[in-house]
């Protein structure tokens, strides 16, 4: 799966919260499905956990001005929530 492609387009036709308190918010409230978090992320427990409560955490291997890039926005961003994915497969991602 092309990653850069799946958050493209789950941004796009889906439900995404982008930026940490967002992230942890979404989370908090059980209404992520994913949360993707980058290796520079500021948050010593989403870089470790597996999983925060039952939403599985994909560790990106990158920064998150990769991330950011990769999202196709000009700005970093070091984690993200996938409310919902839209008409992406990006919920198929490996944790």
């Known amino acids: 799966m092309d990653l ?4 493209k387009v789950a941004l796009e036709t889906g439900k995404v919260k982008v930026g940490l308190s967002e992230t942890l918010d979404a989370a908090a409230a059980k209404k992520a499905r994913l ?3 980058a290796r520079t992320c500021p ?3 989403l870089r470790t956990e597996r999983a925060v409560g039952k939403i599985p955490v994909y560790h990106y291997d990158g920064t998150a001005v990769e991330l950011g890039q990769a ?3 000009p700005f ?4 993200l929530a996938i409310v919902d994915p839209g008409s992406s497969a990006i919920l198929t991602l490996e944790t």
Request: net charge neutral; hydrophobic share 45%.
């Open 4 to 7: 850069a492609h799946a958050l």
């Open 35 to 37: 949360l993707i978090v």
């Open 43 to 45: 948050d010593p427990k």
């Open 71 to 73: 999202c196709g926005q």
């Open 76 to 79: 970093p961003i070091s984690a």
